[in-house]
């Protein structure tokens, strides 16, 4: 299909104005997504509130379709409104044109992280209630800010709020990410992020002496022992083709900082390692071998972990019968004959903190045989990709909405 067909797509001309809005990091003014958002809600006849769950300049924006039962626990589709930074000079087309290619291919930053989600669920809210359809359970679809640089901004505070206790929500639908083959991963958990900071204290002096307990020397042997600990998630996962990077934990060496001079040993010496770990960590035990290795490496070394809010692993969502929205979410993928793949989420995204709150949450961006282009420069979608993925959720908000 050429371009030109798509122009009269009404969907697909949705779908690029919204892209066409420059809410991109790291100062995104939302102020156009809400009035976007707002000519939507009218277009669907369904009512729209502006939240501030922490300040002006992070609004949460809501739409809801009540249900026949609206007492029932609510479904939440949530999507981010934020975009990362683009370098347009590695762009073949403008960032925040939405172009459209001879292949149908939609090219601007937001085109699969993800304005195509936020998009597709109205439209298949749109086509639903075209067709007279009444849904037993209410439907709340929520567009965020700040999610890409964490969500301390957007999610985080929301779910915290008696805003969003109000809803009462019962499941949630948010981000996965593009597939470049058939499959459609699914993800129902994410890994403990943990940003570890050593400050590590030893003997300073002069170079041409060979002082005990320096703090290069106590360095050495924390990198050695973190590298081990990662050498072992190597093999894992070289041994085990099942797993995947959601699976197992990662350990990698961040920044290294200290000294003065050349010929100067110094006293302190800082390391950061970024540190994910798998469900299946023991976090005590992980931390008690750090105190130890601290001992071992000589004493006076200390460390802490960046911005904790939570400590523990956050527990996964359900995929079995004692979840009736993965169950219905499963139904309807497979009345599609969709084939799907369950994973834990390498990254971070907004699920977690909904997750935290104790509501199941899955992540699904259904963009099967689509190259994964997040936060890289020519970020596209086909748009019968698109059109597809609209198919998709109307048949799951369907079903998970009379679960
Ligand atoms: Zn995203």
């Not at 282009?373 to 596209?380: A, G, I, P, Q």
Request: hydrophobic share 40%; proline share 7%; aromatic share 10%.
């Amino acid at each position: 299909m050429s371009a030109k067909n798509w122009e009269t797509n009404a969907e697909i001309q949705y779908f690029r104005e919204y892209l066409r809005i420059p809410s991109v990091h790291p100062e995104p003014d939302y102020k156009p997504c809400i009035e976007f958002l707002k000519r939507q809600a009218e277009g669907l006849n369904l009512p729209i509130k502006v939240f501030y769950p922490l300040n002006e300049q992070n609004p949460v924006v809501v739409l809801t379709w009540e249900g026949l039962e609206p007492e029932l626990p609510s479904i939440l589709l949530n999507s981010h409104m934020d975009v990362v930074p683009v370098f347009p000079e590695n762009w073949t087309h403008p960032p925040f044109g939405a172009d459209i290619d001879e292949e149908g291919r939609i090219f601007a930053r937001g085109a699969q992280d993800m304005k195509c989600v936020g998009m597709q669920y109205l439209a298949a809210i749109r086509a639903l209630k075209k067709s007279g359809l009444r849904l037993k359970r209410t439907i709340h679809i929520s567009f965020v800010p700040d999610e890409e640089v964490g969500g301390r901004n957007g999610m985080q505070p929301f779910v915290k709020s008696e805003e969003f206790r109000s809803l009462n929500i019962g499941f949630s639908l948010d981000e996965g990410i593009a597939s470049p083959t058939a499959e459609f991963p699914v993800f129902y958990a994410e890994r403990t992020v943990k940003r570890l900071f050593f400050k590590i204290s030893g003997s300073a002096g002069h170079g041409l002496l060979l002082m005990p307990n320096t703090a290069g020397e106590k360095l050495s042997y924390i990198i050695s022992k973190m590298m081990e600990l990662r050498a072992v998630q190597v093999q894992r996962l070289k041994d085990n083709p099942k797993l995947q990077i959601g699976d197992v934990t990662t350990i990698n060496l961040t920044t290294v900082n200290g000294g003065v001079q050349s010929n100067v040993v110094p006293p302190y010496m800082t390391a950061t390692f970024d540190c994910r770990l798998s469900l299946d960590t023991d976090i005590v035990e992980f931390e008690a071998n750090l105190h130890k290795w601290c001992a071992e490496a000589g004493g006076d070394i200390e460390f802490e972990f960046g911005s904790q809010w939570h400590k523990g692993h956050i527990p996964p969502t359900a995929t079995d019968a004692s979840n009736p929205f993965w169950l219905a979410f499963k139904s309807a993928t497979d009345e599609l004959g969709l084939s799907i793949n369950l994973q834990v989420f390498p990254g971070g995204t907004d699920s977690r903190y909904i997750r935290h709150a104790g509501i199941p949450a899955l992540g699904f961006s259904p963009m099967n045989h689509t190259p994964v282009l997040l936060h890289d420069h020519d970020e596209f979608l086909l748009a019968e990709t698109y059109l597809k993925g609209v198919q998709i959720y109307q048949k799951i908000i369907f079903s998970v909405a009379n679960a």
